[in-house]
């Protein structure tokens, strides 16, 4: 029989009755699993990659190198060797390169395709073709890349060849790391410097992970600059487990009374960890300890505790732009009101999660009151029901923990993407105590 088709998946969640406990170890980090396939392609030699993530997103990436002409293999699950072809050694692809899912392969590999000197078409799945490519197609072509869009601004990406790119001074609108990865993506195919100044700090892998190469590369909070024609040297990577992934299980233990649950070997980049500042001053109690000997990684040690409503501050919007649908659902179980505002960009994600935490979370009887930016949420009891995703991993996800803590089963429709970015988490959660059933 063939597999149920990913949008006809669903899950049955059923109120937890017991704590949840145990260590867990999420999947590999997705941000460093795209840059280091997509960065050890373009390097001089062969780079080995441990921990990547077996994701559909970063499986999406390590094909259309793939389809550049980059040799990449497989020597055991979540590994892989990449045979770099140097700055200059890509090939022209002999059909459209599909990156599904994901925003950060289509943005990321738009700096790549803008400097090469052949024609190639980015394209993704429906969601993916609903979001704003404008935003990387103004600065490539101030550049001088050729780009075309659709009609609305949005996929497939069309990328001609052009003569050799200029570097820019880019001043960017949004706070977005995909958009600034970019910028200096294309800017190691250009000729002098590229530089980009950010509205806000946001996750610097894309300069840390091009300096740990051997790029000429100068960054601190919210600026780089970055040299054309930086080569890169081949590098191993051990990807940490993925905070965003992590952020599941850590609101669950959050929420569920008596809990008490470890995530071990997190990385723990200060610009994606503002939900553990959010919920600590919610009322969470959360203890981080550095691994022996590793200091990029982390173990998260949460335990049980009331939460309560706040005010999050919207300087820390972009240090957790992924976190906002589990924080919804802590929002949900604190007494009082959360208030989000500044986080507009949530509504151009796989989904408009604005809009999406705000239905399901009515529809479990939740009161939401949206704005253009944010929303209000006023913490209260939760009932069953079914709630849709609109396909988005991160909603499907969050509603499962939502689920653990409702008076009656929640029915979860839509859930197949949850694969993009967190493969196993059923089973993680099973092993923790929770019951989720595929269904
Ligand atoms: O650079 C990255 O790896 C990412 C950046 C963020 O997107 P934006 O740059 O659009 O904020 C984030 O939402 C996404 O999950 C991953
Ligand atoms: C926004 C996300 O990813 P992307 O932009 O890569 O699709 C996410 O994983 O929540």
Known sequence: MADTPPSLKSWKVAPCKQSLAGALRVPGDKSVSHRAVMFASLADGVSHIRGFLEGEDTRATARVMQQLGVGIDTPAYGERRVHGVGLNGLMAPNAALDCGNSGTAMRLLSGVLAGQSFSSVLVGDASLSRRPMNRIATPLRDMGARISLSSTDTAPIEFSPAGKLQGIRYRCPVASAQVKSAVLLAG????????????????????????????????????????????????????????????????????????????????????????????????????????????????????????????????????????????????????????????????????????????????????????????????????????????????????????????????????????????????????????????
Do not use: W
């Open 188 to 439: 190691l195919f250009a000729e002098g410097t590229t530089e980009i100044v950010e509205p806000v700090p946001t996750r610097n892998y894309t300069e840390v992970m091009l300096a740990e190469m051997g790029a000429a590369i100068e960054y601190g909070d919210g600026f780089a600059r970055l040299q054309g024609g930086s080569r890169l040297q081949a590098m191993d990577v051990e990807v940490p487990a993925d905070f965003s992934s992590a952020a599941f299980a850590i609101v669950a233990a959050c929420l569920v009374p008596g809990s008490h649950l470890r995530l071990t070997a997190v990385g723990m980049n200060p610009r994606r960890t503002g939900l553990l500042d959010v919920l600590r001053m919610m009322g969470a109690s959360i203890d981080i300890t550095p691994v022996q000997g590793r200091t990029e990684l982390f173990d998260i040690d949460v335990q049980a505790s009331p939460l309560s409503g706040v005010d999050v501050p919207v300087e820390t919007v972009p240090d957790m732009i992924d976190e906002f649908p589990i924080l919804f659902v802590a929002a949900a179980c604190a007494t009082g009101i959360t208030r989000v505002r500044g986080a507009a960009e949530l509504r151009v994600k796989e989904s408009d999660r604005i809009a999406k935490m705000a239905e399901g979370l009515r529809t479990l009887g939740v009161r939401v009151e949206e704005t253009a930016d944010g929303a209000d949420i006023h913490g209260g009891a939760m009932h069953g029901g079914r709630v849709d995703t609109d396909g988005d991993h991160r909603i499907a996800m969050a509603f499962a923990v939502a689920g653990l803590l409702a008076e009656a089963p929640v029915r979860i429709e839509d859930v197949g993407n949850v694969e993009t970015s967190y493969p196993g988490f059923v089973a993680d959660f099973s092993t923790i105590g929770a019951n989720i059933e595929a269904i």
